[in-house]
Each structure stands twice: as C-alpha cells, then as structure tokens.
C-alpha cells in the first residue's frame, strides 16, 4: 500500500483533517503543508492548517495561504485526524492533540522520535517538501503548478537554495520535475530571495555589535538579550540570514546564536559548517534538529547558558569528536 492510499484510508472517515506545522515556520514546513492541503482539497476534503499567530511575512506569497488558519494554542478539536509536518516531536506542534485523533507524522529530521499513529520519516530527505512529493507522486496526485512553487519553495529553503550537503541527486531531479510541473520561480526569487523584513536587518546590526569568535576562529556566537531585542521589537524576528552569514565567516565551523525570547527563557540556534554534528549538542540541552541546523532552549541565566553550551561545544572542535 503506497503512503498516500494509507493517509487516504486513515482520512476517510472523518473528510476533515488538521494540517499542523512547528513553531516558527520556515518555507518547508509551510510549502509542504499548503501543497498536501491542496491534493487534499482535490479529493473534496476540507483540510484546515492551523497555526498561532500571522505566518512570517516572507511566506505570505505561497499560494492557497487561505488554508492556513490563526488558532491560538490549546486543544484541538476531537477524532480529526492531524497530519504534522515538518515536526520532529509533538512538543514542536503547538497544540494538544486528542489522544483519539489519529496522527500521521511526515518528517525528515533525525531527531524524530516516530510519535504518529502513522510515520513516514525520511531522515535521508532535504525536506519535508522532498517527502511529500514523493508520496504525491508514488500516489498518482497531480501536481498543480500552484503545488509545485509550494515544493520548491519548501526544497529551496530548506536547502539554502540546493546548497547544503544535504542536497542529493534525488533533490536535484525534484527540483527539476517541479520546474516541469510549473512552479512559478518569478514568484519565488521576488518574494523568497529578493525581500526581507526590516527586523532581519535591526537583528543583525545588533548581534554584530557584540559577537564573539574563538582564539582559533572555529567558534562565533553572539548574544541577544532580551532588553536588547524588546526595545526595537526584534523578539519574532528572523535569525536565520544572521546565522548564516556568522557560519559563512572563513574559518568558522560552530556558529551559535543565543536569543532571549523572554526573561530567563533562550532560544540556542546552532549551525555547523562541515563536520560537527549539532544535532547531538542541542539534543542535549533538549532540543533536536539536524546535524548541521538544529535549537534548543533553554531556561536561566543568558550568560551562563552561553558557558555551557560553549563548554559543550567546544570538544567537538578540538577534540576531533565526529570528524
Ligand atoms: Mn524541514
């Protein structure tokens, strides 16, 4: 049976589902949830995405965002099924799911801890978006023109443009299939590439005022309090051009960004260059990811938080542990 006559099967009963996402959506959360809402809708279902606030600004141009509903946190409603994206565990939906509500669980990170009552996880896709036009395509869906700018657009940011090692022969021929589907790439390098908001800039001027690199150049981090980002209500503000531009520094391997998203509450980003495996760090500290993007956060002191991850850190640098 291919995933998609299986998600059908588990669908059928109930004609709705609940699409979810994770927290702070990216592109590949957002574009593989709205392409599988629209082959869902194809069937004449009413799938719904929740999410608890505006989506970021950079994604507003994803088509069939009409589907994506603000629902504040809490409890979903019962026995509709929930098909989560995207998410490594249940804590990064940020609802509570009925425990009689059938959860299928599409993911491609290797943190994932399998908590659906269905798993198709794939640690071995660039994206979400990669898996679900596999189950897409393996299931016979048409893939509207509409759908296909929504998967490259998860594909592409998720892969910093078919840039990080995780890309395979495999994206790049989804990429390309995509290209034949019609996904409108005007679209994309207009509103994905060639526009951010305001906040990514104040957030980088102020990080760049107080970072901090190693004595052998491998490790860069800085530090943004949450005075700091409260005064210019940079608190929801994008960190990822900042982190990759930390990352990008010659010689850096570690790039690390603590960001106080409330009083004594912080979010540690973590990317590595070429061999240090972030994933088992920030799993440490809680959190999850991949073994070149991954977070956590993590409650207490800014200051002392940045030592310890610091201390963790660096042994995997000098040590030589994963090279
Ligand atoms: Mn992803």
Excluded at 39 to 59: A, R
Excluded at 64 to 75: D, H, N, Q, R, V
Excluded at 93 to 122: A, Q
Excluded at 287 to 313: F, P, Q, W, Y
Aim: charged share 25%.
């Amino acid at each position: 049976m291919s995933d998609w006559t299986k998600i059908c099967s588990i669908l059928a009963e109930s004609k709705e589902a609940i699409i979810l996402v994770h927290e702070k959506a990216d592109g590949d959360c957002l574009g593989s949830a709205l392409a599988l809402a629209f082959s869902l809708h194809e069937l004449g279902m009413k799938p719904v995405i929740y999410y608890p606030e505006e989506i970021p600004l950079v994604y507003r141009f994803l088509p069939g965002t009409e589907m994506l509903k603000i629902k504040a946190p809490g409890s979903l409603p019962e026995s509709i099924p929930v098909i989560a994206v995207d998410c490594a565990d249940k804590k990064r939906v940020v609802y509570d799911i009925p425990t009689n509500s059938p959860i299928i669980n599409i993911d491609h990170h290797v943190s994932n801890d399998y908590f659906g009552t269905y798993n198709i996880v794939d640690t071995d896709a660039a994206a979400a978006g990669e898996i679900i036009y596999r189950i897409l395509k393996d299931g016979g869906v048409r893939i509207s023109p509409d759908m296909a700018t929504c998967l490259y657009v998860a594909i592409s940011t998720d892969t910093g443009s078919f840039s990080y090692s995780n890309i395979t022969s495999e994206t790049m021929k989804i990429a390309s299939e995509l290209l034949e589907l019609g996904s409108d790439m005007n679209l994309i390098r207009e509103n994905l590439y060639e526009k951010r908001p305001l906040s990514e800039l104040l957030t980088i001027k102020a990080a760049l005022a107080n970072f901090c690199i190693s004595e052998d150049g491998k490790l860069i981090n800085c530090l943004l309090d949450f005075d700091t980002l409260n005064k210019d209500e940079l608190i929801g503000a994008d960190t990822d051009g900042l982190i990759g531009l930390l990352r990008a520094t010659d010689g850096v391997e570690v790039a690390l960004i603590f960001k106080e998203i409330e009083i004594g509450n912080v979010k540690v980003s973590l990317r590595s260059k070429s061999y240090v495996d972030v994933n088992i760090i920030a799993r440490e500290f809680g959190g999850g990811g991949h073994s070149r993007a991954a977070g956590c956060t993590i409650k207490g002191n800014i200051h002392e938080i940045k030592d310890n991850v610091l201390k963790m850190v660096t042994p995997y640098l000098t040590g030589g542990i994963n090279k």
